[in-house]
């Protein structure tokens, strides 16, 4: 199988989302991760890595991205009370999506 060009993704991304306040990833169906932001890279993500072999198990645990990938719809969910956690699929790329995990922050005052 021929592997991909997704440069132009992967710009799109950063431009996007590279100051974005939580983790996020473009990853393929194969659990490929093909860029990070900087707030994961800090947290030690890497393009490159497989997604699901990242900490633990359990944290991977009512993961959406095939549900995603699959229905081409975007899926949440709120794994903790103070975490969020999203896949968005991309219109023209079905097999990648724009995987999020941010923290919620306490309601303001």
């Known amino acids: 199988m021929e592997?991909?060009?997704y440069t132009e993704l992967i710009e799109a991304f950063h431009k996007t989302r590279e100051l974005f306040p939580g983790q996020a990833r473009?990853?393929?169906r194969k659990h490929r991760v093909i860029a990070v932001n900087a707030f994961a890279a800090n947290n030690g993500r890497k393009p490159g890595e497989i997604c699901a072999q990242f900490g633990t198990p359990e944290s991977h645990r009512g993961c959406r991205k095939m549900a995603a990938l699959d229905t081409g719809i975007g899926q949440l969910d709120r794994p903790f009370a103070e975490r969020v956690r999203g896949w968005v699929p991309l219109e023209g790329y079905p097999d990648v999506v724009v995987h999020f995990s941010l923290a919620v922050p306490?309601?303001?005052d």
């Open 3 to 5: 592997e991909k060009d």
């Open 106 to 108: 306490e309601v303001n």
């Open 26 to 28: 473009l990853i393929d």
